[in-house]
């Protein structure tokens, strides 16, 4: 069992749409937890970034962690075609990051 | 700009041929990464360092190498030993806090066998 579970999708939704994209995690240690935003054939850039369970929002997105669960998401709002990329969820165990798999996302217009 | 430069963008490697991936950093980092990223899977971590002329082992170290000689850079080998190197490669860098593990990332290296 890999210690970060993400769908792969690939997810496709109208502009416009509510989107929520989910990871599951086993290890309990973990403490930090990060999503990223990946455009095709490029880097990964930080998208958001918590630490506690709860929510947070920054603009159109928030992301949600369930420690009791082990859970987190992603929510976007108001969805945009500039959102088509692949979010990977991320999670610190020790002195590294351990990365969902990535979730490929596309909005038509 | 501050950020992270990798180069080549695309590379080619002959059977038997060990080839470089170069990663610098402007953002004055001291920890600094190498991932790859294979299609439908996540980042899987190669080596990393924190301190010049120190670097550690990731999850998939075997057939590769690397140097950090200077804070700014941590170029990548690929040697002969990696027997499937074809992937996209990561590199990225952090500071070092008690806390803080926000990585940013290069633009990356796509590795070929011809």
């Known amino acids: 069992q890999k210690e970060v579970e993400q769908d792969p999708g690939p997810l496709s939704v109208p502009e416009g749409a509510i989107v929520s994209l989910n990871c599951t995690y086993s290890n309990s240690a973990f403490q930090y937890f990060m999503w990223y935003r990946q455009y095709s054939r490029k880097g990964p850039e930080l998208l958001m970034y918590?630490?506690?369970?709860g929510n947070k929002e920054d603009g159109r997105f928030t992301a949600q962690v369930d420690k009791s669960s082990k859970y987190i998401s992603l929510f976007i709002r108001d969805s945009q075609p500039s959102d088509s990329a692949t979010y990977l969820c991320a999670m610190r165990r020790g002195g590294k990051l351990i990365f969902g798999q990535g979730t490929e996302l596309s909005v038509k217009p | 700009d501050g950020g992270i430069t990798q180069s080549p963008k695309y590379l080619f490697r002959k059977e038997g041929q060990n080839v470089t991936l170069s990663c610098e950093q402007n953002l004055n980092h001291d920890a600094m990464y190498w991932y790859r990223q294979d299609p439908g899977q996540g980042l899987r971590l190669i080596y990393y360092?924190?301190?010049?002329?120190?670097?550690q082992k990731g999850d998939i170290a075997e057939g590769y190498s690397v140097s950090r000689e200077k804070k700014e850079s941590f170029p990548l080998t690929v040697t002969s030993a990696q027997k499937n190197p074809t992937a996209f490669y990561l590199c990225?860098?952090?500071?070092?806090?008690?806390?803080?593990?926000?990585?940013?990332f290069g633009s990356g290296t796509q590795l070929s066998v011809l």
């Open positions: 990225a860098s952090s500071m070092l806090t008690d806390s803080n593990e926000k990585l940013f």
């Open positions: 918590t630490y506690s369970s």
């Open positions: 360092s924190q301190i010049v002329n120190d670097f």
